[in-house]
């Protein structure tokens, strides 16, 4: 076994490596870029090494520094966890040719699956099934044209190399063909340094169902079981999960073999994924080889009692493989979510920013938390904006699907917004609960997994305030330190009569005002022309109960001096702002005149120029940030006067790009 190990990651996936290095005793070396000096790989690691600027192309991507790391600090392997530099050829050939291994596949094996095209004319010679469609060498857009009609509609645009949905675009008629390639190659060539495109026959109303793949160096290869990843929004998984409830005996068995002969058909070393698309009736089809760990691996260690990572180490280091496909024992089901700093209901626009609060659930049995960032961290700009993975195990999908929803209920997240409301309401949706969900069905009916505009019933607001009053008299009585005395209640109290205060909450820049008279649990409480009282609330373990109107009810909720977050009883999570009783409001002084960057990023298209009339909802310019094309549109009629951003300027946040005329 290897005694130092340099992990050419960064964030959750370098934790990871480093966790199972640790426990097998293994020394661990960590790289860097200017943004990650105080990460928490770095500060995990036993030596960590500075490798350049913040931008990937400035440092993770740069086989040179890492390799002269390697070299530098004695490092006897290179694991490249997911992403970055883990499925280059050529970095996996320099690694070899200097004597360090690298921890997966050879670089002949990436080669034949780094590219779809090849990848699927190889498995076409293996009798492994394949979609229909067009794989070929000649990338002209007017012979693309063609063979996309030869291939029919509708039909899918894919980059040739990388992955992860970047680049992929569905086309329903030629119409549509032109604008969607050269958008589809713009994304390509920024994100895989690759334009070329393959088109498939788009199956609709697909499932995305993939198997776990191991190779050694002794000839034998497995599988680990499947994995079912049929929650996406634009091709990005959101939930993954083992085994998949579509799947029965017979079928699992025929994928199975099918991976088995695509991994052999490239003399497959380490961990692999075979990646099936599944129609309806249950015909299957290779999709891609992803010639390393994926994300989504815990879900399989989960229910196979395995540590993947560990067998990475020991097939690079030349050891068998420590089981056999008979010895494969699958227990119980496993799910995992992603928790991002985004914003699903502004289109999942990526967050940045600090972690002022980050509650997780506490490691368990039936929870596991994988992360690269603690409270007080920062998401950056340059990176993915993934705060933490979230795992669930029980003995069967509808438990395991309720310790998801207690998990997600029980974290928090404060600084970037987060995904987590959303991720409540996709657990609970019936497409989920009762496994019928396809990899479109997000994108279809995406504002049922969205917050919106939702309001607060009054008993919402009204346990809100009740878990407010609590929460302020407890704090003015331990700073008083006499509980008894008068001024040991925060309760407004009057000589001759009751106290009245005023409970301010905000909920999506809505406020809410609630009225309070009482103290010690018990309450008047006044919202508008609604009333409730309460009686015996008490804060205790993560909830509040109380009688409302003389009704006994528990509701799941924390509260402290800024917020108040609770759910309801259908399981909606509200996170109520605390705001002063009284308070002046400016009025928004933008009057729709102006496009903003959003968030800090490139300008890879400009659409529009001064003097140009344009309508609202007008796409104006493209920029991309967080590895995503944004596009900002026109928030109203009228005619631009001023643009002020080209094409490939990198722009900071709240820059104004471009101005409206006055109306």
Request: glycine content about 8%.
């Amino acid at each position: 076994m290897f005694e130092r190990v340099l992990i050419a990651n960064r964030g959750e996936i370098a934790c990871r490596v480093i966790r199972t290095c640790r426990r097998l005793g293994i020394h661990t070396i960590a790289v860097y870029s200017e943004a990650d000096r105080d990460a928490q790989h770095v500060r995990l690691a036993d030596e960590a090494w500075p490798i350049g600027g913040p931008r990937p192309a400035d440092s993770y991507l740069r086989g040179d520094a890492i390799l002269d790391v390697a070299k530098r600090t004695g490092a006897q392997a290179i694991h490249p966890g997911y992403g970055f530099l883990s499925e280059n050829t050529d970095f996996a050939r320099i690694c070899t040719d200097a004597g360090i291994a690298f921890i997966g596949p050879r670089p002949e094996s990436i080669d034949a699956m780094g590219s779809k095209a090849a990848a699927k004319a190889l498995m076409e010679q293996h009798a492994v099934p394949l979609v229909p469609g067009y794989h070929g060498a000649n990338q002209d857009a007017a012979h693309l044209a063609e063979q996309a009609v030869q291939t029919g509609f509708p039909l899918m645009i894919k980059p040739a190399a990388g992955g992860g949905g970047k680049g992929m675009r569905i086309v329903r008629d030629a119409a549509e063909f032109a604008d969607a390639l050269a958008s589809a190659q713009r994304e390509a060539a920024s994100s895989f340094g690759d334009a070329r495109m393959i088109l498939e026959r788009y199956v609709e109303h697909p499932r995305h169902i993939e198997f776990q793949v191991f190779g050694d160096t002794h000839g034998n290869v497995i599988h680990l079981n499947e994995r079912e990843c049929s929650a996406q929004r634009r091709y990005q998984k959101v939930l993954e999960e083992t085994p998949s409830p579509f799947l029965d005996d017979a079928r699992r068995q025929a994928m199975g073999a099918a991976a088995i002969a695509a991994a052999k058909a490239v003399d497959y070393v380490g961990a692999g994924t075979v990646e099936f698309i599944v129609a309806q009736s249950g015909e299957f089809f290779f999709m891609e080889m992803n010639t390393r760990l994926q994300v989504e691996h815990p879900v399989t260690e989960m229910t196979l009692g395995l540590d993947l990572v560990e067998w990475q180490l020991r097939v690079a280091a030349g050891q068998p493989l420590p089981l056999t496909q008979d010895q494969v024992h699958s227990h119980g089901h496993a799910i995992e979510v992603r928790l991002y700093a985004e914003d699903p209901d502004q289109n999942f626009l990526p967050g940045s920013g600090k972690l002022q609060t980050l509650r997780l659930p506490a490691p368990s049995r039936h929870v596991r938390l994988d992360g690269g960032v603690i409270e007080g961290d920062s998401v950056t700009i340059f990176y993915d904006p993934m705060i933490a993975k979230l795992i669930v195990w029980d003995e069967n999908r509808q438990q395991a699907l309720q310790r998801l929803r207690e998990a997600l209920a029980a974290s928090e997240i404060v600084g970037p917004k987060s995904n987590i409301g959303f991720l409540e309401r996709l657990a609970r949706h019936p497409a989920v609960v009762e496994g019928r969900i396809d990899t479109g069905y997000l994108d279809r009916h995406l504002d049922e997994f969205l917050v919106g505009d939702v309001s607060p019933t009054d008993g919402v607001l009204f346990a809100a305030a009740t878990a407010a009053l609590l929460h302020d008299e407890y704090s003015v009585s331990v700073t008083a330190g006499d509980p008894h005395s008068p001024w040991a209640r925060a309760d407004a109290w009057r000589i001759g009569h009751a106290g009245k205060r005023i409970i301010a909450l905000t909920l999506r820049e809505q406020r809410h005002d609630i009225e309070a008279h009482g103290h010690s649990g018990n309450y008047q409480l006044r919202h508008g022309e609604a009333r409730c009282e309460v009686r015996g609330a008490r804060l205790l373990d993560g909830s509040l109960s109380a009688r409302f109107d003389g009704e006994s009810l528990r509701v799941p909720l924390r509260a402290d001096a800024q917020r108040v977050l609770l759910h309801d009883a259908n399981g909606q999570r509200y996170r109520f702002t605390r705001a002063v009783a009284f308070a002046w409001e400016a009025k928004d002084a933008a009057g729709g005149n102006q496009v903003i960057a959003p968030m800090p990023g490139r300008i890879v298209l400009v659409k529009t120029k001064a003097g140009d009339v344009v309508e609202q909802g007008q796409e104006l310019l493209v920029m991309e940030a967080m590895k995503m094309e944004l596009a900002l549109k026109a928030p109203r009629a009228g005619t631009i006067e001023s643009v002020n951003a080209t094409q490939g300027e990198f722009v900071e946040a709240d820059a104004v790009l471009v101005r409206f005329a006055d109306a």
